[in-house]
């Protein structure tokens, strides 16, 4: 197999947007927005291909010559850009935009080739300014093949400073505040509430949910040739995202990138446990220098996992555990703590704030010390 993987799922918001088309009425552009990995790239490109496929219907033909290279990552007028590993080295500008450009061929290429690839990256990634010229540069020329040209911008709240390049945001909101009538621009956010304000007033917002549980452990199934066991436990820990799902799988011998990072949280929720000021402070020596941004924001996520496991079994409500490897762990560590579940609501929150400072420029050993003293006193409190 080669080219995309199959889009799963989404069905009322494919019907939605396949009426705006027919009408006529679909906006020039959209932020598709909802929890990672559920598909919203997959379900921006099957609109790309749905707007640019010879004989539409109710779905993309899927046969005509438009939609066998959108499916191939080949079509000229389908463009997809996505966060990319800031380049290395100088050179003039033109050098680097080309360097990008390269940069993104290969990624496309490797998609093409493994198209269920994990991909949760451990990389500092951002958008740059050259990158988003290329872009603006191609919205302003003619369709190469038929009368309309697609561009999907992945992971979009990446475009706000950090590895990005702020200009990057300016040259992406010119292109939205005069966009060429030929053009659609699609967006994919999981956080919309972290794109510039600028940027999603000008965006019509598109919801899209996580898949059921079955649908997820189906595609693993289908995709990946797994026991429906396995897959089932790993459904589980994904909640309801392909892309979760697949970051858990073992990766070349190796446990998944989100394994790893589930188990780093699992360290953090221990030590928060532990009397001993030692230990908490030893566990944000050793989860804090994780690296870039996503891969902290992450371990913060599964950690709230880990805190409402707890409280879960806690309160005598073991069936609702994701983290069901670890029951008799979390049982135990229950009986400890019996009030973790009295405890959850103010970790939760705790746990929620460290992961909006870890999206700003923070020291992530001091911001972990400081969430474990917090969840500590909470447990003890
Ligand atoms: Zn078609």
Do not use: Y
């Not at 033909?61 to 590993?85: N, T």
């Not at 992406?172 to 009538?181: G, M, Q, S």
């Amino acid at each position: 197999m080669s080219g995309l993987a199959p889009l799963r799922g989404h069905e009322d918001v494919r019907s939605a947007l396949a009426r705006a088309v027919r009408a006529g009425e679909l906006p020039g552009s959209l932020l598709l927005h909802g929890p990672p990995g559920v598909g919203k790239q997959r379900l921006a490109l099957w609109l790309g291909q749905l707007l640019l496929c010879e004989r539409p219907g109710v779905e993309p033909c899927g046969e005509c010559r438009s939609c066998r290279l959108s499916l191939h990552l080949q079509h000229p007028d389908l463009h997809w850009f996505f966060p990319i590993e800031r380049p290395k080295g100088g050179g003039s500008p033109e050098k680097l935009a080309e360097g990008m450009e390269e940069e993104r061929a290969r990624q496309l290429a490797q998609i093409r080739e493994q198209p269920l690839r994990t991909l949760v990256s451990d990389k500092p990634i951002g958008f740059f300014i050259q990158q988003m010229q290329t872009l603006r540069r191609v919205t302003a020329s003619r369709p190469a093949m038929g009368s309309r040209k697609v561009f999907v911008i992945g992971d979009a709240e990446l475009l706000v400073p950090q590895e990005s390049s702020p200009d990057a945001a300016n040259v992406l909101l010119k292109l939205l505040e005069e966009p060429p009538a030929d053009t659609t621009v699609l967006l994919t956010a999981s956080d919309p509430d972290e794109l510039l304000p600028t940027i999603r007033s000008r965006l019509l917002p598109i919801r899209v949910r996580a898949l059921p549980a079955d649908d997820v452990a189906r595609f693993l199934v289908e995709q990946r040739g797994i026991s429906a066991d396995a897959a089932n436990r790993v459904a589980r820990l994904a909640q309801g995202s392909i892309g979760h799902a697949l970051g858990f799988l073992p990766d070349g011998g190796e446990p998944g990138p989100l394994e790893k990072r589930r188990a780093d949280a699992r360290l953090l929720l221990d030590a928060a446990a532990s009397p001993r000021a030692e230990a908490r402070f030893a566990a944000a020596l050793r989860v804090g220098p994780a690296g870039a941004r996503g891969v902290f924001s992450d371990v913060l996520e599964l950690l709230a996992v880990w805190v409402r496991d707890l409280a879960a079994v806690a309160a005598g409500a073991a069936e609702t555990v994701v983290n069901v490897d670890a029951l008799p762990e979390l049982e135990a560590l229950a009986a400890r703590l019996p009030d973790a579940s009295a405890a959850a609501p103010r970790m939760v929150r705790l746990v929620e704030e460290a992961r909006t400072l870890a999206h700003g420029n923070v020291n992530p050993q001091l911001t972990l010390a400081n969430l474990l003293r917090g969840l500590s006193e909470a447990l003890s409190s």
